[in-house]
């Protein structure tokens, strides 16, 4: 297409007719004019064309020889939509010269341009799925008659067929060459079209029927051009595409389909073939539907193992491809029919050596992913076969166990090998992508050596310690480290998720990793990780700990083992922190030591204060306070120094960096069951808890940062932070700083309204609105966020949905927990009713999730409060409303689910007037929808009316109501959006 005049303005092209001079027109200026807005034009211009009733006539001309392909396209395309999408549009007695009408023109494109050929293909194909079984009961076998491919190749060409050009010698035979291209496009196409198109079920299910009927007229086309001693491999690879079309089809795998595969198979030893016979191969067994001809499944078996020379040929030749082909067929018969092939008991020796097979692939030479990718497709089935054994009878299981255990063992040898770490030297030398690739991989194959600890048990941990102490204690010949790594890893991969606690192995294992001379740092990694996956252990063996806790400490002042040493030591911390004593002076101070010198990043300094909180909880009370005073003291003196300096992007990141260490501290530090169980003492008597007490100490000092950074969002948080992870942790022991932490909470949100200062109110609130001594600042608190959140709403909440989201969870705690707050006369109820109706409407899902959640609790008590009685009475009529125009049309289809729990509230504390409501409601013309009338409405109300207990069948009633609203009741996969 010549690109137009850029001297020549654009024309209008909303107000041109559609005509096929002002069709190119626009497609020149879409392809063509350097404009994006133009172009935008002529795209939108262009798909109103194709849906208009003219289009039927002037895609025709633009499908003329003379055209440029674009413009072919243009024209093939819109007949492909309108046939599509227009079908009842075109009369009857049309459909037929339609049909020929197509037939004639991908004669004519047979031989290209390609995608003007395709989408024609897909135009017949959509004309077929549209007429049968009944118009055109025969339509493949049809196609395949008009085509004649049987005399590709032959002499003397075709014979008459509808579109097929005259011609001798040379020239006829590329015709029928194309021609036969064509078919096979067009038989490729027509499922894909089925499988993407929109049909009403029961017409699919005709369809599908009608389709495998046809398969015989496509069968055996396929197995002549595969068999074909001179054929042209580009008909061959469209053949096998075209049966990996059909295979989508469920069509059956026996009789002719069977031969049609084994031809399959021939076409692996053409290297041009490979690929597409491998793909081909895979989709048809790979078809559940294939377990219903064990027969050809059977018969298979022989074809898959026969490939197997082919396969180490190419393992040892480093042709991964062709490896990666053999590995996909082996794994997808194995993988797909595993049980189907277990149950033909006197075919087990083939269905072994399948097996066998496999395992070859999944040891298959080369480290992953840089010298192979082949093993890893294996991973899955050995959970397949493993599963599928231990499914069957107890006694057919000790027969399966007795074959497959010898392979288990082997396939443990395998994986550990394959999970070596390279050379240092060649590990240097990967990318980041394939060392990343590499660890997801080795994490693959612990998940697959859980899988295999299923079959084989505590035979396998301890064929793991027998190899381990082999190494490990032969000093003639020292092991290399990957050795001792993987069999390390081995162990850590089965003792994190299975219950290792009885095994007889483990004390021996603990007894050999302080042998273990570590060298670089993954071997130390995995020797860390070992450790932290026998915490439980440990736990209950705690005469143990001295033998690997040194190590873990050795392992905390290095960088390069932040991840691995801290969360071993934090998971140590959690499991045996009532028998650290003796060892809890070492780990605080080479704790503290790390955590000054700043050794780990920020995320691992978080774990290690939550470890040291488990270890500090389990201390003698008298040793706490003192304990936890020496380990903050540098920090708090490093956040008091940051307090005075001007703000800067740097103290910022140090302030968080503090605050969130306190924060993940005290997330940790619970001393109160110490307390649980001593007599005679009352709450005054009690010692303070030594979280409290060190929050009373900086307390000051946390009011100087926030008079610095009161408008920085992250620090207020962070502050928050600490004190809600301290009310989480020590619930009724923060009563110390309830007034104090109130007035101060109240200051920060009149200053700088946050969402963090909320969310720690309704914390408060939770913990201790309860209670007597506490209710008279927690009323105030609430009174003053209350009101200075009303004018956030009066000035224009949108720009806030954090804060609104907050708000709405702060009063439905409150209504919660303590109804009573509602009484006073300083607690607007009407101007809370009417937020938590702006929130309704709010796009956000959690806000407008909140605000549900506020009126559940809100209608709950219109009874016993009485002017949240009144609120309702007098503005009910809005909250139906609101629900009604979300459910109808406005809301996200995920809160539905939420709106109907409010109107099941309503039903059940206030039915007569929820039914009035909905009465005034609905019976507005067009509301909540036009698209539902008034006896669906009518209905609707009804339904839920009568629903007071059934909270699941009022979700159910409004979903289907909402549908209707949007016109999409019955639309296949939608309420999977619910």
């Excluded at 004639?104 to 007429?131: D, E, N």
């Excluded at 060392?435 to 693959?444: G, L, N």
């Excluded at 603990?510 to 990780?529: C, E, F, H, K, W």
């Excluded at 200053?751 to 309860?770: C, D, K």
Aim: charged share 20%; net charge negative; proline share 5%.
């Amino acid at each position: 297409m010549e690109p137009p005049d850029s001297s020549v303005q654009s024309p209008d092209l909303v107000s041109l007719e559609l005509t096929v001079e002002n069709v190119e027109t626009a497609l020149q200026q879409l392809y063509y004019d350097p404009d994006m807005e133009h172009k935008n034009v002529a795209q939108k211009w262009l798909t109103q064309a194709q849906t208009s009733p003219q289009a039927w006539q002037f895609c025709w001309p633009l499908l003329s020889p003379d055209k440029l392909p674009e413009i072919q396209f243009f024209g093939a395309s819109t007949l492909h939509t309108k046939i599509a999408r227009h079908w009842a549009d075109l009369p009857t007695d049309q459909h037929e010269t339609l049909k020929m009408q197509l037939l004639s023109h991908i004669s004519h494109f047979s031989s290209g341009p390609k995608m003007v050929l395709t989408r024609l293909c897909v135009a017949l194909a959509s004309l077929a799925l549209h007429t049968m079984p009944q118009a055109w009961p025969q339509a493949v076998t049809d196609m395949v008659r008009v085509f004649q491919p049987e005399k590709v190749g032959d002499q003397g060409g075709s014979q008459d067929g509808a579109g097929v050009g005259g011609g001798d010698g040379a020239e006829e035979e590329v015709n029928t060459h194309a021609h036969c291209l064509a078919l096979l496009e067009l038989l490729t196409v027509l499922p894909e079209e089925f499988q993407s198109c929109r049909l009403p079920q029961t017409h699919r299910a005709q369809l599908r029927e009608a389709l495998a009927r046809e398969w015989t007229a496509v069968c055996p086309l396929l197995r002549q051009l595969l068999q074909r001693q001179e054929g042209n491999n580009q008909v061959k690879e469209r053949a096998l595409r075209c049966l990996s079309s059909w295979v989508g089809l469920d069509v059956p795998l026996h009789g002719e389909s069977e031969g049609l595969l084994q031809d399959c198979f021939a076409a692996l030893s053409d290297p041009e073939l490979f690929d597409s016979a491998v793909e081909t191969i895979v989709s048809s067994i790979s078809q559940p539907d294939c377990q219903r001809y064990t027969d050809a499944l059977v018969n298979l078996m022989p074809l898959v193992l026969g490939l197997h020379d082919q396969l180490k040929a190419a393992a040892r030749d480093g042709d991964m491809e062709t490896s990666h082909g053999i590995c996909r067929i082996a794994v997808a018969l194995g993988e797909t029919h595993s049980r189907t092939l277990l149950e033909q008991v006197e075919h087990w020796q083939g269905y072994l050596a399948l097996v066998n097979m496999i395992l070859f692939c999944t040891g298959i030479p080369g480290h992953y992913p840089v010298n192979e990718t082949t093993s890893s497709l294996t991973l899955t089935f050995w959970y397949t076969l493993q599963d599928d054994i231990l499914s069957f009878e107890e006694d057919k299981q000790v027969v399966y166990l007795q074959v497959y255990r010898p392979v288990y063992f082997q396939l443990v040898d395998v994986l550990l090998h394959k999970a070596h770490f390279p050379s240092e030297q060649d590990y240097t030398s990967w990318s980041s992508d394939d060392k990343e690739q590499f660890r997801i991989y080795r994490v693959d194959i612990s998940d697959t050596l859980m899988y295999v600890y299923e079959i084989l048990g505590a035979e396998l941990l301890s064929n793991l310690y027998d190899r381990l102490g082999r190494l490990l204690m032969d000093t003639e010949r020292p092991a290399a480290w990957q050795d001792t790594e993987a069999l390390l890893f081995g162990f850590q991969a089965i003792a994190e998720t299975i219950d290792v606690n009885y095994s007889d192995v483990i004390p021996g294992l603990i007894g050999l990793i302080p042998r273990i001379s570590i060298s670089n740092i993954q071997l130390a990694d995995t020797v860390m990780y070992t450790i932290g996956s026998l915490a439980e252990w440990l736990a209950d063996h705690p005469v143990m700990l001295g033998s690997v806790l040194p190590m873990v400490l050795q392992g905390l002042v290095k960088a390069e083992l932040s991840v691995s040493s801290v969360s071993t030591l934090k998971r140590i911390c959690r499991e045996c922190r009532h028998d650290l004593a003796p060892y809890a002076h070492d780990i605080m101070t080479v704790s503290q030591d790390v955590l000054v010198k700043e050794i780990h990043k920020s995320s691992q300094c978080m774990w290690l204060m939550q470890g040291l909180g488990f270890l500090l909880s389990a201390l003698p009370m008298e040793e706490i306070l003192g304990s936890l005073t020496t380990l903050i003291t540098p920090h708090i003196q490093r956040l008091d120094t940051l307090a005075h300096q001007e703000p800067s992007p740097t103290a910022k990141l140090s302030i968080i960096h503090i605050l969130g260490m306190l924060s993940s501290l005290f997330t940790t530090l619970d001393s109160r069951r110490q307390d649980e169980g001593s007599e005679g003492t009352t709450p005054s008597q009690a010692r303070p808890n030594p979280v409290v007490v060190v929050l009373q100490e900086v307390f000051t000092l946390i009011q100087t940062i926030l008079s610095k950074w009161l408008s920085d969002s992250e620090v207020v948080e962070a502050v928050c932070g600490v004190f809600e992870r301290s009310v989480k942790t020590l619930l009724n022991d923060f009563a110390p700083m309830v007034k104090q932490l109130s007035e101060m909470l109240g200051q920060i949100y009149i200053a700088f309204p946050q969402a963090s200062a909320l969310n720690l109110t309704r914390q408060m609130v939770h913990i201790f609105a309860g209670e007597k001594d506490h209710f008279s600042p927690i009323q105030a608190l609430i009174e003053l966020v209350t009101s200075t959140t009303l004018s956030i709403f009066q000035q224009g909440p949108r720009e806030h949905p954090d804060i609104v989201e907050s708000f709405m969870q702060l009063h439905a705690q409150a209504l919660k927990r303590k109804p009573d707050l509602y009484l006073s006369d300083h607690q607007d109820v009407k101007a809370l009713f009417y937020c938590g109706v702006l929130s309704l409407k709010f796009p956000e899902t959690p806000t407008a999730k909140s605000a549900c959640m506020f009126f559940m609790e809100l209608v709950c008590h219109c009874g016993d409060i009485p002017p949240i009685g009144q609120v309702l009475q007098r503005d009910g009529k809005l909250l139906i409303h609101t629900i009604l125009e979300t459910v109808g049309s406005q809301s996200l289809c995920c809160l539905t689910e939420h709106f109907s729990e409010v109107l099941f509230c309503l039903n059940r504390h206030c039915p007569a007037l929820l039914a009035q409501w909905l009465k005034e409601g609905l019976h507005v013309p067009g509301f909540p929808s036009a698209q539902v009338s008034m006896e669906q409405k009518d209905t609707f109300s009804q339904q839920l009316l009568g629903e007071q207990t059934n909270k699941r069948r009022v979700k159910e009633i409004v979903k289907e109501f909402s549908l209707l609203c949007r016109g999409l009741q019955g639309t296949t996969g939608y309420s999977a959006d619910y």
